[in-house]
């Protein structure tokens, strides 16, 4: 037997053709009987007006029709957009018609309402089969939906544009597996309210009650321009209630404010630590970079390899990938050459402690901007190994300045960190040596504008907390924290990169540029708040066991040393640090050649003697904070 369905589907648009045809004539037979009473075709005249104008009327609505492209829409997801095309269409075939009919006889004899009440009845009954359509739809769903045993018991919060699509996606596809139970929202003028038959039943601080009153298992926070803060709120409340939480992108990746219940993704850490998306000047940094040779040392590093990821848009004309490890160099190569861009990669496998090699890169390929991000940045492996911390750290980024200058690269941008500040550590003494060195070489004159970027921890960089809490918990814990009071900086890989590409191409040369950190976070809540979003209950499902401050460790960071101030930029999200006395270059130079001779000797007291006097605010840990 032949299949219907198939014959419907095979023939779609002549039914639909035809049914629109069917519409048309009936909503011109009822405009006339509407309005010369339904024994008009007792009267000669106008049943002889109305044969022979119908064909005309029906070949003028079908163009119409065609114009608006109405045979092609799918009656069940019928929307305004759909409503607004057929009131176009209903009007444009009006009046073609009207000029048709006092076109051909002056419109004598034919009564000029039934153009107004024909408009009406063609927009009521086109657009009532499309509602109609989609209304019994969704009611099958309904039906389908409510007699589902297995269905997730879904609140959303947001009783906004976003939450009201999520919702209307949940009903016409019951085959995702939701079944709502309302909203809640913090506008208190959208409570007692209903979108689509589903309540708002208050705010987020109800989440907890509801969980527990309708048996909700998932949370879908539908509000894409939410903060970290908010979202840290309303995570705490699904947390508190024991159930997951999911969100939707950022709203800047929401395109034409489109939602879709496919863009929904578990809750990462990325959106509690977030902060706003980062503007830059693309117009004012792309005349710097483009078609330039840009040079990034440490180029296969976390920091490094999402500096070529960001420089890539602006187009230059070859980025020189500089670093020592050789197979992380070679994955790098790989995917961005698959991601396809037509700039060109040069990998370059070499040592910044190695001044032959470092002289035989900048004179074989002349960089105009020149990116720093290679050096030791483990604070805990730094301390064992104080010697190797200096020669990278320091001597390294002696080699690349110097070289810098004596081939005239234009930017020198040195990648620094918060743990620059009252360092307490041998990898925060050295990073402050290192931002010494390039504002006494910007001093010395020359072409090159040297300028370092001062910035906290990085999410998900190698080393990091994340990763390492992350395969913690994925191997059933215990999760490790040094103390419940540390707390630390946080800023996404992506955002760091850009802004200091930002801050370092715009400054004029021997600035210390500090990025806007926003609000510290407490390793405690950040091990908890991984637990939770891997499905996990701290403390029940995963322990957080506390091991004490490891060498060098501070509890918290600082941004700023004592004497220092800061001011704000004309960048978003970037200040300059106002220095306090600068270093004089002669003793520096002094200090840089004792300390060349103890690397040699190996003395590390001498050298947390040498780094102290370069370094006044650095303490060396002693076992304390």
């Not at 939906?145 to 009903?171: C, F, T, W, Y």
């Not at 039943?201 to 969980?211: K, M, Q």
């Not at 894409?224 to 508190?240: E, F, M, N, T």
């Not at 941008?413 to 290192?434: C, E, F, H």
């Amino acid at each position: 037997m032949i299949n219907i369905i198939e014959i419907i589907t095979k023939y779609r648009m002549a039914l639909i053709i035809a049914i629109h045809g069917v519409l048309i004539f009936l909503s011109y037979l009822l405009a006339f009987a509407s309005r010369l009473d339904f024994t008009f075709y007792q009267q000669a005249p106008f049943l002889h007006l109305f044969l022979w104008s119908a064909p005309f009327l029906l070949v003028l609505r079908f163009f119409a029709c065609w114009y608006f492209d109405l045979f092609r829409g799918l009656w069940r997801f019928v929307g305004l957009e759909d409503l607004l095309a057929i009131i176009k269409a209903s009007a444009l075939g009006t009046l073609l018609f009207v000029l048709f009919i006092f076109i051909a006889n002056r419109g004598e004899g034919f009564p000029r309402s039934i153009f107004l009440i024909d408009f009406v009845y063609n927009i009521v009954l086109i657009g009532g089969i499309r509602l109609g359509a989609r209304l019994l739809r969704e009611r099958t769903s309904n039906l389908r939906q409510k007699s589902s045993k297995d269905r997730r018991r879904v609140l959303i919060v947001g009783a906004g544009a976003a939450g009201e699509m999520i919702l209307r996606e949940i009903k016409r596809n019951p085959h995702l597996g939701y079944d709502p139970i309302g909203f809640v929202d913090d506008d208190r003028s959208k409570h007692n309210t209903t979108i689509h038959g589903f309540s708002v039943l208050g705010d987020t601080g109800r989440i907890e009650d509801l969980v527990k009153e309708h048996q909700v298992v998932e949370v879908i926070i539908a509000i894409p321009s939410a903060d970290s803060k908010a979202l840290r709120r309303i995570v705490a409340c699904c947390k508190s209630a024991g159930i997951a939480a999911k969100t939707l992108p950022f709203i800047a990746d929401l395109i034409n404010g489109r939602v879709s219940v496919s863009q929904i993704r578990n809750v990462a850490i990325e959106d509690l630590l977030g902060r706003e998306t980062v503007c830059l000047d693309m117009s004012l940094l792309g005349r710097q970079l483009v078609q330039q040779v840009v040079l990034v040392t440490g180029a296969a590093g976390s920091i490094g390899s999402e500096l070529v990821r960001q420089i890539i848009p602006f187009n230059p004309r070859t980025i020189v990938l500089f670093d020592q490890a050789e197979n992380d160099l070679f994955h790098l190569e790989m995917e961005l050459k698959k991601a396809g861009s037509d700039v060109e990669l040069l990998p370059f496998i070499g040592d910044i402690r190695d001044s032959h090699c470092v002289r035989q890169c900048l004179e074989r390929h002349r960089p105009s901007h020149l990116f720093h991000a290679a050096a030791y940045k483990h604070v805990p492996m730094m301390e064992i190994n104080p010697l190797e911390a200096v020669k990278n750290n320091i001597f390294g980024t002696q080699t690349m300045v110097e070289m810098a200058f004596r081939y005239n690269v234009a930017k020198f941008v040195l990648i620094s960190s918060d743990k620059a500040v009252r360092p307490t550590n041998i990898m925060g003494a050295t990073k402050r040596v290192a931002e010494l060195i390039i504002q006494a070489k910007q001093r010395s004159g020359g072409q090159t504008q040297f300028a370092a970027v001062r910035f906290g921890n990085v999410l998900g960089s190698n080393g990091s907390v994340i990763p390492i809490f992350q395969k913690q918990i994925a191997s059933g814990g215990p999760v490790k924290v040094t103390d419940p009071e540390m707390t630390r900086y946080f800023m996404t890989v992506s955002e760091a990169a850009l802004l200091v590409i930002q801050a370092g191409l715009l400054g004029q040369g021997g600035e210390v540029f500090l990025l806007e950190m926003g609000e510290p976070v407490k390793i405690r809540d950040l091990a908890e708040n991984l637990i939770y979003l891997s499905g996990f209950k701290p403390g029940v499902d995963i322990e957080i066991v506390y091991t004490g401050l490891r060498p060098g460790e501070k509890l918290y960071e600082e941004l700023l040393l004592e004497g220092e101030g800061i001011a704000k930029t004309a960048l978003e999200k970037t200040w300059v640090v106002t220095q306090k006395e600068q270093i004089d270059a002669d003793f520096l130079s002094a200090q840089l050649a004792k300390l060349e001779e103890i690397c040699q000797s190996g003395d590390i007291s001498s050298l947390k003697r040498i780094l102290k006097k370069l370094v006044p605010d650095y303490h060396p840990y002693t076992g304390g904070n």
